[in-house]
């Protein structure tokens, strides 16, 4: 029921109005203040880039996101980094997310009550909190400073829960016409949407029955239907997506595989020990979104909703249940962002607690006047401790530097034209292609994701900018890069092994350069000097955020130096380590049994003590070839 009485006092009924608008004020001016500036990690520069030039980014596309953000940026035009534009709108969706998820907790705590005891003020409290508590939580605020999806997909979750309250409310039926609208575009945008149906489903099986013969049914059904044509935008984006090998929508089968996910599909419930991690570690980052206070008042407004509105209960237990079940089985490195929308639901639960438990004490200790004054207090206490987690958050993003934009100019600056970079999915990879594609740099070298050069459309891709390049469309990136050194360095000989350690034999007099985030392979023989660049994960990898930082790496002369280093699996054996001082003397030689310290692809190294003021380098070498060195600076 709404809340809204005859009884209520002006200032309450102002306060309602805006506690949404606060949420999603304060959360937005946080956002804003600390956006990543230009490319960030992950997907964000694929996402970025798809949106700035209208292509084609992952699957399942999202065609829906790419088009609402074009059409948000444009207003934005006066940010001259495309990315931080897209940064920036996606700010504005999570900023909205927290409003709505206020929104709604009043709309489902004025289930838990009675009318005429009702204290809305109370409610809309709980609400801004809640609202607060969830858009200032690291994992949400994290993705909404970023070209990211989640975002939208948590506030068109929000969008279809809050019709279906209000269809809960009053049921009227013209509200499952609203949800409907809202759940297309979620399909037409994130596929895990579909998760709300079989709720919404069973919603309308208890709540009434005989919607289904009502003439709204089949109008609900053709407006779904309707907003699922924006995946037609795929096939039309196809002429205008570059460098990131997600074309060739175009073709019905490709646009059928891209559109239904399959490319993902084999990660689903794949490993039996992942899922059952991802259990164990389940309410640690749920709880990290709604907190263990939201835990406990959770606890009591499945209670109260349990004896007044049990088919409101049911629609968000079906639909957080369904959820959590696809992120524990999702067996990707990223799936916690895959909480982030049932625990949004969850957040409803907890927020309508804390309001059911604010009226609730309102009402049973009504004659003693203190009792208001000690909730409100209670509330802004809770309101301000929310806002001094966010502000701790936002200071650490803030101060996080921007390390994948550094990355990618310095990868392109080093590459020289006519050259080769062998790269895999990844930070630098992404970051890379977004520089060549949006802002032109580096794009007289070819850049080259070998997962995915079996993809036709990529392939001809490939041959339409870089005529020269000749690479197989084999399905091993191994051999894509054995075969890229033969045919492009028209070498007569290459080892698979060598491509990954010391690159010898290769017939030709070479020689190995670390350039930061790549290594540069220079090769003289009867032709002119030629350059193929590896991108590290191909020789030995450090992990991007320690390269990134690398001018950056100084120690203080008394401190303990550990080095973390991700070494590729198939360059374990054992190689010399040499620690080089200021001076050029290697102070300290060793060999390094790479395989005995590697635990999950990662070791660490950690400096002879005491260390001198100055310049240091650590490197490690196999058969005499330096494979990695990595800098640093020893002094205050």
Partial sequence: MDVRLENTRPWETRFARFAPLTATGVCLLAYWTSLAHGVAKGDSPEVAQAVHLLGVMHPTGYPFFTLLTKLLTLPLAFIDEPATRVNAVVAIYGACAAGLIAANVRRLSGLTIERSTATPWAISAAGLLAGLTFGLSPLFYEQARLAEVYTLHVLLVQLALYFWLRYAEDENRRW??????????????????????????????????????????????LIGAVTLLLYLYLP??????????????????????????????????????????????????????????????????VWRLAKTAWRALLLLLLYIVFAFTHAVGYNVGDWGVYLLAPSSALMLL??????????????????RPRVPAMVGAGLGILALTAIGFGFYHWTAFRAEPPTVPAMAEEITAALQPGSLLLMNAGNAAYATWYMQNVHGLGRDSAAVNVLRVRNPWYTDFLKSRWPWLSLTNSPHPRRVVKEALQKYLGLRKVYERDVYTRLAPLDAEHRLVN????????????????????????????????????????FAPDSSIRLQVLWHDAVRRAGELRWIAPDG????????????????????????????????????????????????????
């Fill in 176 to 221: 499952a016409l609203g949800a409907a609208l809202a759940m297309g575009l979620g399909l037409a945008h994130h596929l895990t949407m579909a998760h709300l149906f079989p709720a919404a489903l069973a919603f309308l099986l208890v709540a009434d029955r005989r919607f289904f013969l009502d003439r709204r049914f089949p109008l609900a059904l």
């Fill in 515 to 554: 350039r930061g985030f790549i290594n540069e392979i220079v090769l003289r023989g009867d032709a002119p000097a030629k350059r193929i660049y590896v991108r590290e994960s191909y020789l030995l990898q450090e992990s991007d955020e320690r390269r990134a930082a690398a001018s950056q790496r100084r």
């Fill in 350 to 367: 907890a927020g309508a607690g804390l309001g059911a438990a604010a009226h609730d004490l309102l009402v049973h200790y009504a004659r």
């Fill in 585 to 636: 003397t290697t102070a300290e030689s060793r060999e390094f049994d790479i395989a005995a310290k590697i635990s999950r692809s990662w070791f660490s190294l950690k400096a002879p003590r005491p260390l001198a003021e100055g310049a240091w380098r650590v490197e490690i070498r196999m058969d005499g070839v330096e494979v990695l060195g990595i800098p640093f600076t020893v002094g205050r």
């Fill in 236 to 301: 039309i984006a196809d002429r205008t997506t570059q460098g990131f090998p997600w074309g060739g929508t175009s073709q019905w089968d490709f646009f059928w595989y891209h559109v239904t996910g399959r490319h993902y599909h084999h990660f689903l419930f794949e490993s039996g020990q992942t899922a059952l991690d991802h259990l164990v570690t389940l309410p640690l980052r749920a709880g990290g979104v709604i907190t263990p206070l939201g835990a406990l008042t959770m606890i009591y407004g």
